[in-house]
């Protein structure tokens, strides 16, 4: 088999270039082995505002801009529905929370998305007492739903293989690169956390941080917003709601853990307080990087091997974006954003 491009890795990452691919009508196989989880357990949520410090999200319009067209795209051409749009409420802490909050409003980049007045209604089982500022243009991709569709339509056309990719096997001698029996022009790696055995880009400073979130049933919680405190509860229908994240940067597995669930359940008793069940626990290893910038570009010696990684915290709205950029750089001389590039690091 001949192809234009290996991709390695069906999370948003390599989604986001497959993308790219089906719409330049180049030739691809992809290979997923399902060592990874993140793309699939994520929130999902995208939201121009990084709440904790009132700054904008890096480019957070630009990407938005790119990004809600791509996945009404998918959701056009798979025939499903993802993207759910909701107001974000951060339920402010304190007096100085509050503050913090009006000096943010002066900020330019923020002034399409923060509410300048302060809801004070209060909300049935919802705890807050220095009320809510509003967070708009913000929402979720069910990013599940998402991955599995879009593996599904992959595999009813023959475009994906369900098994791991050895690195080993892949011949990089000659210009085009040979990988059992097939051959590509080039291969973008997009494996997540997967990079640590990938021994042409293991050495990049991936800081993974892996993340828990709890499924929970409260019937008597009836809220349509994506509520944000010290951790998020997020509507996804039916007094159903995911809440999340922690944050856990030792446990290298993808395994839900008691400690996660207990971190979980303790910091929900602050948030809300009606009953509830636990349907699901759920966890992935979130591709960070310190400085927050993702992992894109070319090998160094082999030309022919690119990667595309390091999505971190924000794939949702990050990787359009970026597997657009890297798509114009290989295919059409566009310049790979300085940012991004993985020239940044020596190997
Ligand atoms: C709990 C949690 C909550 C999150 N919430 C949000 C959120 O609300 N919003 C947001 O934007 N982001 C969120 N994220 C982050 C988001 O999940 C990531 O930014 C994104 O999913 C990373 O995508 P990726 O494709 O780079 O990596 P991955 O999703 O890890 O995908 C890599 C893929 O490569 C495959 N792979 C690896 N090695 C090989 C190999 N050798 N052969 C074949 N296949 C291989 C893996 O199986 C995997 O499917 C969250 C993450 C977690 C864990």
Same mark, same amino acid.
């Given at each position: 088999?001949?192809?234009?491009? *290996? ?6 990452? !390599? ?12 030739? /691809?196989?992809? @290979? ?21 410090? @009132?700054?904008? &999200? ?7 801009? *790119? ?22 409420? $951060? ?5 100085? %929370?509050?503050?913090?909050?009006f ?7 923020l ?6 007045c ?6 049935n ?7 809510f ?16 569709s ?9 475009? #994906?293989? @369900?098994? $791991?990719?050895?690195?080993?096997? =892949?011949?990089?001698?000659?210009? #085009?690169?040979?990988?059992? %029996?097939?051959?590509?022009? $080039?291969?973008?790696?997009c494996?997540?956390? !997967? #990079? $640590? ?10 800081n993974?941080?892996?993340?828990e ?17 010290? =951790? @998020? &509860? ?49 966890? !992935? ?12 570009? *070319? ?6 091997? &690119?990667?595309?990684?390091g ?9 359009p974006? &970026?597997?657009?950029?890297? /798509? ?13 590039? *993985? ?5």
């Amino acid at each position: 088999m001949k192809v234009d491009y *290996i991709i390695v890795g069906l999370g948003l990452a !390599g989604l986001a270039f497959v993308e790219e691919l089906i719409e330049a009508n180049k030739t /691809f196989l992809v @290979f997923e082995d399902d060592s990874q989880t993140s793309s699939l357990v994520a929130g999902g949520v995208y939201n121009p505002v990084i709440l904790k410090r @009132f700054t904008p &999200v890096w480019n957070a319009k630009e990407q938005l801009k *790119i990004a809600l067209p791509f996945y009404k795209r998918i959701e056009d051409r798979l025939h499903i529905k993802i993207d759910q749009k909701f107001v974000i409420k $951060k339920a402010f802490k304190s007096i100085e %929370d509050q503050n913090n909050w009006f000096s943010a409003l002066d900020k330019p980049k923020l002034v399409d998305y923060l509410d300048a007045c302060l809801d004070s209604k209060s909300y049935n089982g919802v705890i807050a007492d220095f009320s809510f500022g509003n967070v708009n243009e913000a929402g979720r991709i069910d990013t599940e739903k998402l991955v599995s569709s879009y593996r599904d339509y992959l595999k009813g056309n023959g475009l #994906i293989q @369900f098994e $791991k990719f050895k690195h080993l096997k =892949l011949n990089t001698d000659n210009e #085009i690169l040979v990988y059992k %029996d097939i051959t590509a022009s $080039k291969i973008v790696f997009c494996e997540g956390f !997967g #990079i $640590k055995q990938n021994p042409f880009f293991n050495y990049l400073p991936l800081n993974e941080a892996k993340g828990e979130l709890l499924t929970i049933h409260a019937p008597e919680l009836n809220i349509d917003f994506l509520l944000k405190s010290t =951790l @998020f &509860v997020l509507p996804i229908g039916n007094n159903y709601y995911k809440v999340g994240a922690t944050f856990n940067w030792t446990d290298k597995t993808s395994n839900p853990s008691k400690e996660g669930k207990d971190e979980l359940i303790d910091k929900l008793k602050k948030v809300i307080d009606v009953p509830y069940t636990i349907v699901s626990q759920s966890a !992935g290893i979130r591709p960070t990087v310190a400085g927050r910038r993702p992992l894109v570009g *070319i090998h160094d010696t082999y030309k022919q091997l &690119v990667v595309l990684n390091g999505l971190g915290t924000r794939g949702v709205m990050i990787a359009p974006t &970026v597997a657009k950029n890297l /798509f114009n750089h290989l295919e059409n001389n566009e310049e790979l954003d300085i940012e991004i590039d *993985i020239k940044r690091f020596k190997k």
